[in-house]
């Protein structure tokens, strides 16, 4: 069964930085697109960043600070987010296409809040 698992957030002060990861288990299959999603309290879930082989995308509240990456030899994930604003404060999921499904794993929170 596979499962996501993500890891890295926590409490930090505007204009701090964080690294999120995510790992996949139970499973030899390579994802293809990969993404990380966020939701704060009372609004919908969002799109912050994506990565599909060497194509990248942003939200526009996140561009020139956060940076999607992964792992090309296993299914992991990487989130490097800077100058953190007290807006970014969220639930933030990973997302794979790990076909022929799609997998989410249970969030990691960020707060950030001085």
């Known amino acids: 069964q596979v499962q996501l698992v993500e890891s890295g957030g926590g409490l930090v002060q505007p204009g701090g930085s964080l690294t999120l990861s995510c790992e996949a288990s139970?499973?030899?299959?390579?994802?293809?697109?990969m993404g990380w999603y966020r939701q704060a309290p009372g609004k919908q879930r969002e799109m912050v960043a994506t990565?599909?082989?060497?194509?990248?995308e942003y939200a526009e509240s996140v561009k020139g600070r956060f940076a999607i990456s992964r792992d090309n030899g296993e299914n992991r994930l990487f989130l490097r987010m800077s100058n953190l604003r007290p807006e970014d404060t969220a639930l933030y999921s990973c997302?794979?296409?790990?076909?022929?499904?799609?997998?989410w794993g249970p969030g990691t929170q960020v707060t950030v809040s001085s």
């Open positions: 997302n794979m296409w790990i076909l022929p499904r799609n997998y």
């Open positions: 990565i599909n082989g060497a194509n990248t």
């Open positions: 139970g499973t030899v299959i390579r994802a293809t697109s």
